[in-house]
């Protein structure tokens, strides 16, 4: 008997690091896709057959009708902090673990929110375009005059781990007056390291300076800033979105840009990815990055190893790091 036959067998549904690959190879038959084949949903099912966990990157979709057909997978193990790709209750009504990247990510994710944020109000990728075009031949004193950073007020939807790291960089890096809306409001300690106060939702639209989403998408919040929000921002506003796409209503987005009632966006997700929006496309005054908020290689090995440890935990001990559902699965607390 092939002793490997009696170790459990996983799925890599995307490409990922070879020394990841190596490291769940000592313990699972791995299928990878190194390849990385974008699989439809049945066949993502078909190559589930067999198997007990699968290492899932936020792009493959976890659902009832996909465990229906799973009835061996127990657990999936998401390579982000996101996980709007899981269908928890179904997952957990069907005995499958989810699980997650959190903090491996906050600070590099934070890093390329504050990137968005200066792009976007100082206008770097229209300069870069005009200069590359040609049309840089003399100096006037409007020319690309955007708005400032330092100084001003910083609005954050969301004040978990990733919102909490930009009110830290905005105030203490820039000086800036940090108001932040959230679910539940944080513990007044936790506020005043932060430099940071408490608005309603209303109040930070129209105050902000600039406006961070950081917060996770639910079907509630979806289209949550829409043409009823922007038109609460100030006219010289920047929105930033890094949490998921589907918080901001694109096309109402693109024509608030397009006709000047608020100065400037910078979007690292989409609601329909990795197609964009053609209105955002359009638009000279946005800022456009492919989903890269935690694209460091430092980061993202570290989130691989996470979801890795995730599966080698929970298939060999029970046990997860980062679980999402474990107490809907009624498991011992990790």
Known sequence: MNPSSARPAILLARAIFPEVVDKLAAHFDVQANQADE????????????????????????IDAALLRGCP???ICANMAVGYNNFDLPAMSAAGVLGTNTPGVLTETTADLG???????ARRVTEGEHFLRAGHWDRWACDLLAGQDVHGSTLGI???GRIGQAIARRGALGFGMKVIYHNRSRLPEADEAALGARYVRKAELLRSADHVLLALPYTPEARHGIGAA??????PGATLVNIARGG??????????LREGR???????????????HPGLLACANVVLTPHIGSATLRTRKAMAHLAADNLIGYLTESRALTPLNLEALNQPTP
């Open 38 to 61: 974008l699989w439809p949903p049945d066949e993502l099912a078909r190559r589930l057959q067999g198997k007990q966990g699968v290492f899932t990157t936020g792009s493959e979709r």
């Open 72 to 74: 061996g997978l127990k």
């Open 114 to 120: 504050f990137a968005l944020l200066l792009a976007a």
């Open 157 to 159: 939807i969301g004040m």
């Open 229 to 234: 929000e922007l038109a609460l921002m100030k």
């Open 247 to 256: 918080l901001i209503d694109e096309a109402a987005l693109a024509q608030a």
């Open 262 to 276: 608020i100065a400037a966006a910078g979007l690292d997700v989409f609601e329909g990815e990795p197609q964009v």
